[in-house]
């Protein structure tokens, strides 16, 4: 059965940092791009990162290019978004996404941050 699970949201204050894995089961996990999306209250659900199979290529939206980094390790069939800097409009949840052909998503993981 395939599963994305992400973990690592939370609240966090302006300026802060979170590092969010998100744990793959159920497929060839090496062979799939991997990409990070949100979806903040009343908006549609954005692009934020991708990397490739082997991690030679990753891309980032703009609005958090910068503060990011977006990091997988085959062995551990896991993907990670290391998000610094945080931001108020950084608040939404947070999906891990699989691509291959189909299309895997996980169940999200809620960031909000907030003083």
């Known amino acids: 059965q395939v599963q994305l699970v992400e973990s690592g949201g939370g609240l966090v204050q302006p300026g802060g940092s979170l590092r969010l894995p998100c744990a793959a089961t159920g497929f060839t996990f090496n062979l799939y791009t991997m990409r990070w999306y949100r979806q903040a209250p009343g908006k549609e659900r954005e692009f934020v990162a991708g990397?490739?199979?082997?991690?030679?290529?990753?891309t980032y939206a703009d609005s958090v290019k910068g503060r990011s980094t977006i990091t997988r390790d085959n062995a551990k069939n896991t993907v990670y978004l290391q998000m610094n800097s945080l931001k108020p409009e950084d608040t939404a949840v947070y999906y891990c996404?699989?691509?291959?052909?189909?299309?895997?998503w996980g169940q999200g993981t809620q960031v909000t941050v907030s003083s």
């Open positions: 996404n699989a691509v291959r052909g189909n299309d895997y």
């Open positions: 990397i490739s199979t082997g991690g030679r290529s990753i």
